[in-house]
């Protein structure tokens, strides 16, 4: 049951008798962890971020989202350099200047992350940079931080907290050599060099985002992944268009393939890999793309009443609480999927339960957005899930092939396909892949949350020429009101 505020120290355990007081502790400064301690601040509440970098926006900001997506942008214009010449128009070979690459990264980093801090000062939320270890169910041990800010081993005493430590990058300890030239994401978006050759083992998002990048860039990329697909649960129909861009993008792609060791050999690392492709390698870098692990252990959560499942994440009810009362847990420690917007939402219903308001995480669509060229982006129920679970569906596409705004911008890949509940004509889900699809699933995502039909997608105005138009067509095919030639089988 959620707390009032009035009632948070009743629902306490003893405290200890030294040590500073605060009423809600943020253990953690990313987008769910500052989204919290915002609307606390703004509901009354004194709030206390702990974070260790002291920096608000966590790895999506520093470390992740932003900086991949603005270098995205880069390799993405070099890209559209070349692909013009089919309008006639011609560049010359791209001149990189990796410093002045490097320094607009971090400029694009440090405007975002001084515009945070000033909103928590605005807000009087307090900043502590420091490592945070839990004691007890209320209160935290401060260390290897800002001592201008606290005496290394105070006790920070809290009333309730929000357990917002986000996730790390997977690195198993067989491939954790003590080289540079094997990197996890946030080494590889440092860009120390651009290496003649690389492999990126992972074929998942941030695998395949990364290595668009670097080869963009002009690095020789191979990928080696251990299934038979890139991007493993997407919707195949979506992957494909993806896939075959890579293809022609990357030096190699390696399916249903295991690296089996790395060594270093100085100047290069070696790789052996074993499955359909079998062979040593040798590549200038190696990206270890594998996935994200929870950031659960080693934070004393062994000290309080919260509970972790055999992943390491933290177990929630559907108001973000943990076992102990006094602990609240959002974004990527607390399950999957780790999304950034995920976290923030989460972040504001821990907030609203913690004081005593009527609020859940219910939502029906959680957008995801893979930024490869093209994009794939979708919301809702997926056809293969639909599928898993015995629901009945319905599947409408509409290739972008048909589309004016596509062919004129040269985006003709891409796809849009509608997942319908057979009677009601309710839409449970919406995928897109092509240019921009992370922009155009948002209106997916009102759509299946507001519990539309195909027929209110249709028959609402679309402006033209616009990709945003293939969602009404796509809606159209389903109602049966579009040519013939777009309308594919239905499925159940």
Not at 124 to 141: F, N, P, T, Y
Not at 186 to 196: G, H, K, S, V
Not at 367 to 376: H, R, S
Request: proline share 4%; aromatic share 4%.
């Amino acid at each position: 049951m959620a707390l009032s505020i009035n009632n948070l120290a009743a629902a306490a355990a003893p405290r200890e008798e030294t040590g500073m007081q605060r009423q809600l502790v943020v253990l953690g400064g990313g987008p769910g962890g500052y989204a919290a301690a915002f609307l606390a601040a703004d509901l009354g509440l004194d709030v206390t971020i702990v974070d260790r970098e002291g920096r608000l926006g966590g790895a999506c900001l520093a470390h992740g989202c932003i900086p991949s997506k603005a270098l995205l942008h880069v390799a993405k214009v070099i890209d559209e350099s070349r692909q013009i010449a089919d309008w006639g128009v011609r560049f010359g070979d791209a001149e990189i200047d990796l410093d002045q690459m490097r320094g607009r990264k971090e400029k694009v980093i440090g405007t975002l992350s001084g515009g945070l801090a000033q909103l928590a000062k605005k807000r009087k939320v307090r900043i502590i940079k420091a490592d945070g270890m839990l004691e007890s169910s209320q209160s935290l041990r401060l260390s290897g931080g800002d001592p201008g800010t606290y005496e290394e081993g105070d006790l920070l005493r809290f009333d309730r907290l929000i357990l917002a430590t986000g996730a790390l990058p997977l690195v198993p300890e067989a491939f954790a050599l003590d080289s540079d030239r094997v990197m996890d994401s946030t080494a590889a978006l440092e860009l120390a060099d651009i290496p003649e050759t690389m492999l990126v083992v992972g074929g998942g998002y941030i695998g395949l985002e990364l290595g668009t990048i670097y080869a963009q860039l002009g690095t020789r990329v191979t990928v080696v992944e251990l299934t038979d697909e890139l991007l493993g649960g997407v919707d195949r129909d979506l992957v494909k268009p993806v896939q075959k861009r890579l293809e022609n993008l990357f030096e190699n792609i390696h399916l249903k393939t295991e690296v089996i060791a790395l060594v270093d050999r100085g100047d290069q690392i070696e790789v052996e890999m074993s499955g359909s492709v079998a062979a040593t390698e040798r590549f200038d870098r190696v990206l270890l793309a594998i996935g994200r692990q929870p950031n659960s252990r080693g934070i004393g959560l062994e000290k309080t009443r919260v509970q972790i499942d055999e992943d390491g994440f933290v177990l929630i009810n559907n108001q973000q609480q943990t076992a102990d009362p006094s602990i609240l847990a959002i974004g990527d420690v607390a399950g999957e999927p780790m999304l950034a917007h995920k976290a923030s939402h989460q972040g504001k219903v821990a907030v609203e339960v913690v004081a005593g308001q009527p609020a859940e995480f219910d939502k029906r669509a959680m957008p995801a957005v893979v930024f490869t060229d093209p994009e794939i982006a979708w919301a809702g129920l997926t056809e293969e899930e639909a599928k898993r679970d015995g629901v009945a569906y319905e599947v409408a596409q509409y290739p972008w092939a048909a589309s004016g705004r596509a062919q004129a911008v040269g985006a003709t890949a891409g796809l849009t396909k509608i997942v319908v509940e057979p009677d009601s004509e309710q839409i449970l889900g919406i995928g897109i892949v092509g240019c921009g699809a992370g922009e155009l699933i948002g209106e997916g995502v009102v759509a299946i949350e507001m519990g539309a039909t195909v027929r209110d997608l249709a028959e609402s105005v679309h402006p033209h020429p616009t990709l945003s138009e293939t969602l009404a067509f796509a809606a159209e095919v389903q109602l049966g009101l579009a040519t013939e030639v777009y309308r594919p089988k239905r499925s159940r």
